[in-house]
Nanobody, 120 residues
Framework: QVQLVESGGGLVQAGGSLRLSCAAS????????MGWFRQAPGKEREFVAR????????YYADSVKSRFTVSRDKAKSTVSLQMNSLKPEDTAVYYC?????????????WGQGTQVTVSS
């Protein structure tokens, strides 16, 4: 089993920055990739960013490209999301997720989420 714990959410004004972190514990030897998702009130959960564990290859949703940066620390089994130039539409609960094998079946583990609120 793997446990994921997010931190770093909060309230920020539009144009500001926040950094989210997600710490993985448990069977962290089996990580293929980690990702960030978000869910705004009344909306479906959406993909934000992903990073491959081995090569550090990154992918972003178009809505966050050039503003958000995902990174990982393999030694600490953590993934971070640096969010700059935040907009009110970035307001959501942000979740980190872990893909343990890259089989295409999706993410196996999810964190509990952390609230990000961007005021205008």
């Amino acid at each position: 089993q793997v446990q994921l714990v997010e931190s770093g959410g909060g309230l920020v004004q539009a144009g500001g920055s926040l950094r989210l972190s997600c710490a993985a514990s448990g069977r962290t030897f089996s990580i293929y990739a980690m990702g960030w998702f978000r869910q705004a009130p009344g909306k479906e959960r959406e993909f934000v960013a992903r990073i491959s564990w081995s090569g550090g290859i990154t992918y972003y949703a178009d809505s966050v490209k050039s503003r958000f940066t995902v990174s990982r620390d393999k030694a600490k089994s953590t993934v971070s999301l640096q969010m700059n130039s935040l907009k009110p539409e970035d307001t959501a609960v942000y979740y980190c997720a872990l893909d343990s094998d890259g089989s295409g079946a999706g993410y196996n583990y999810w964190g509990q989420g952390t609230q990000v609120t961007v005021s205008s």
